[in-house]
């Protein structure tokens, strides 16, 4: 039997994944393997050493302690893609949003209840404050191919964009998605320079975080409106407020609210509604339930943000032994040699920045010893064998 922690509400068809015959899921739960979370903070969290992973239904991982999970051994999943239709559609809106002054437009519209029968007269008066561009034949800059990415830059070909897409860590699965008519530019100061939107969808890292800021928005064209739906800490919001006032920046779209800028007339800010659809949050919870559910019944690997992905064939009638170790020199021909005197049918290893992981299935049964012997060697962070 599996323990799984819930520290949030998950939905009941990510839950129904576990099957209770072998899951005992719930929100107090002692000495779990594992973990789902959404939104919930964990980085006061103590973990029990029972713990050996966590699944984060959704894409950002900001919520976890992932450096502290690496040093405890503990594989932390996320679901790239579960939520990226509902993100999608979003940012679609918020780039109508933008172009076309609805928002402004819908509240000096309620501002005519009262007025009886003049209101289509006032109406008429009164649209022309709110003329806006269409999208047809503009520029937008798509920051960020993932899987958000593409599919805006796919979308907006649709409304007859010229889309400039950027990431300079494209994939190749990720690439094949992409519409051909998407310009591949080659520098975020191509998509400042030439684009009329500019949206981002890349991670918050500490190589990203301010990105849109004083010296990158004096890059853009005169008048661009910028869109975040990825992170708030994105862009700089002294910075962005700034370039507002000047005009620079024609308007900011932010799912990201916060107390500088709200009420600034050149805003709008949404209440993080970027995966807030139900087709988001049961896609989500089954991408995380089936990786948690994967992982602890075979060991295997898939969409791990601290641990590359790892897919061996399962079968129970071997042994199989997974290591968790540091990404040094030397640290497989002790691992193997720890299975003298049993065959080693097959042996996987990879790696994902500082650290990596080994399966290793053997033919008979554990030497009594074999796994303290792969324990003490140096640089192995946890060793489990899969039942």
């Known amino acids: 039997m599996y323990r799984i922690q819930l520290f949030n509400k998950i939905s009941p068809s990510g839950l129904a994944m576990l099957d209770k015959k072998h899951y005992d899921?719930?929100?107090?739960?002692?000495?779990p393997d594992g973990i789902i979370v959404r939104s919930a903070g964990m980085h006061d969290?103590?973990?029990?050493a029972s713990v050996r992973g966590i699944a984060r239904a959704g894409a950002g991982v900001n919520n976890i302690p992932v450096d502290r999970c690496s040093e405890n051994g503990v594989v932390v999943f996320n679901t790239p893609g579960g939520n990226a239709n509902a993100v999608k559609e979003l940012t679609i809106a918020g780039l109508l949003l933008s172009a076309r002054k609805l928002f402004p437009s819908m509240e000096w519209a309620q501002t005519l209840k009262g007025e009886g029968d003049a209101v289509p007269g006032l109406v008429e008066k009164g649209k022309g404050k709110f003329v806006g561009p269409e999208l047809?034949?503009?520029?937008l800059g798509v920051i960020g191919l993932g899987a958000i990415g593409v599919m805006v830059c796919n979308t907006a070909r649709h409304f007859g964009m010229e889309v400039y897409g950027y990431d300079p860590y494209l994939s190749v699965d990720t690439a094949l998605k992409l519409s051909r008519s998407v310009k591949n530019a080659s520098s975020l100061q191509e998509v400042y320079e030439s684009c009329?939107?500019?949206?981002?969808h890349v991670p918050l890292t500490k190589d990203t975080k301010g990105m849109i800021n004083s010296q990158s928005i004096a890059n853009m064209k005169h008048g661009v409106r910028v869109l975040n739906f990825s992170r708030g800490e994105l862009v700089v919001n002294e910075d962005i407020i700034a370039a507002l006032d000047e005009k620079q920046?024609?308007?900011?779209?932010?799912?990201f609210p916060n107390d500088e800028l709200l009420g600034h007339k050149g805003v709008i800010a949404l209440p993080h509604l970027g995966a807030s659809t139900p087709e988001s949050e049961v896609n989500c919870a089954n991408m995380a339930a089936l990786q948690l559910k994967d992982f602890l019944e075979t060991g295997n690997i898939k969409n791990a943000v601290n641990l590359p992905d790892i897919q061996v064939p399962y079968d129970p009638s071997r042994t199989r032994l997974t290591i968790f170790h540091r990404?040094?020199?030397n640290m497989i021909s002790p691992i193997a040699a720890t299975a003298a005197g049993s065959?080693?049918?097959?042996?996987?290893?990879?790696?994902?920045g500082a650290y990596a992981y080994t399966v290793m299935d053997l033919d008979s049964g554990v030497i009594?010893?074999?796994?303290e012997k792969l324990r003490a060697i140096d640089g192995v962070i946890r060793v489990t064998q899969v039942q």
């Open 327 to 329: 990404n040094v020199p």
């Open 136 to 139: 047809q034949g503009k520029k």
């Open 343 to 352: 065959n080693i049918h097959h042996l996987t290893n990879n790696s994902k």
């Open 249 to 255: 920046v024609y308007c900011y779209i932010t799912d």
């Open 45 to 48: 969290t103590v973990l029990p």
């Open 368 to 371: 009594p010893d074999i796994m």
């Open 25 to 31: 899921c719930g929100e107090e739960m002692e000495n």
């Open 196 to 200: 009329d939107f500019i949206t981002l």
